[in-house]
């Protein structure tokens, strides 16, 4: 199993650059993002696209070390991506939008502990800090 474990933490820091520059790119958009969730504006729905973007390089990595996504993680992503604005939208505000934070904030935390432990593992850890434990829960390795 460690083996494995590694192999993952090699696909994560082949692309530790990429996901960095993600990272970067996403915090402004998260502060904004969120805030137009609870202001009630449509802009709350650019979220899916970081999401799906940041989604289908972590299904990469996932590939890079013979690996899929966590299917819980899966049903978050599709419950929500995928929606486009409605005016109708605006009755039923929180069971149209909640998915779609959700979905994003998995990605993002996902996202960050991709970075933190492409920085600091060079090699697979035995003992597991939760954030390594919660990716190799990400990728059906725990």
């Known amino acids: ?3 494995a474990h590694q ?14 520059e993600f990272l970067r790119v996403i915090e402004p958009e998260y502060e904004d993002r969120l805030y137009r969730f609870y202001y009630q504006s449509n802009k709350v729905y650019y979220l899916q696209a970081d999401t799906v973007r940041l ?3 972590f299904r990469e990595i996932g590939a890079a070390a013979g690996r899929q996504l966590n299917p819980w993680f899966e049903q978050i992503i599709t419950e929500g991506t995928g929606r486009e604005f409605e005016l109708a939208h605006n009755d039923g505000w929180l069971r149209h939008t909640r998915p779609q934070v959700e979905a994003f904030l998995h990605t ?3 996202l960050e502990m991709l970075v933190k432990y492409g920085r600091e ?19 059906g390795l725990r």
């Open 7 to 20: 192999a993952l933490l090699d696909a994560i820091r082949a692309r530790l650059l990429e996901l960095e």
């Open 55 to 57: 989604v289908t390089l």
């Open 121 to 139: 593992l060079e090699t697979a850890p035995e003992m597991l800090p939760s954030g390594w434990a919660a990716l190799l829960v990400l990728y």
């Open 1 to 3: 199993m460690q083996q």
């Open 108 to 110: 993002k935390y996902f």
